[in-house]
């Protein structure tokens, strides 16, 4: 499961980087607010699935992949958010 997460991060990292020419992640890299915008999409996209009980899983797995490309689009580090994650532990 973290080798997943891992993976993903590494791409993210890469791509920012060394850009691919035509790359989805470098678009949602490089125009923050596209990246935004798909956050923002994908959230309610989970919401209504959720809702509706439909597609739960794909859509879950879409707010991941953009939450993840915009924290790395603002330079955000995801290692910083789960350090802040493990202060809050009670």
Do not use: C, W
């Not at 915008?37 to 959230?43: C, G, I, R, T």
């Not at 924290?71 to 493990?86: G, H, P, R, S, T």
């Amino acid at each position: 499961m973290l080798s997943t997460l891992e993976k993903l991060i590494k791409l993210a990292r890469d791509r920012k980087s060394s850009p691919v020419e035509g790359s989805y992640t470098n678009k949602l890299l490089s125009d923050k607010s596209l990246s935004k915008a798909k956050v923002l999409e994908e959230v309610d996209e989970l919401i209504e699935a959720i809702e509706e009980d439909t597609n739960k899983i794909h859509e879950a797995a879409d707010v991941f992949y953009h939450l993840l490309m915009y924290l790395e689009a603002n330079d955000i580090k995801i290692e910083d958010v789960m350090a802040e994650l493990d202060k809050r532990k009670k």
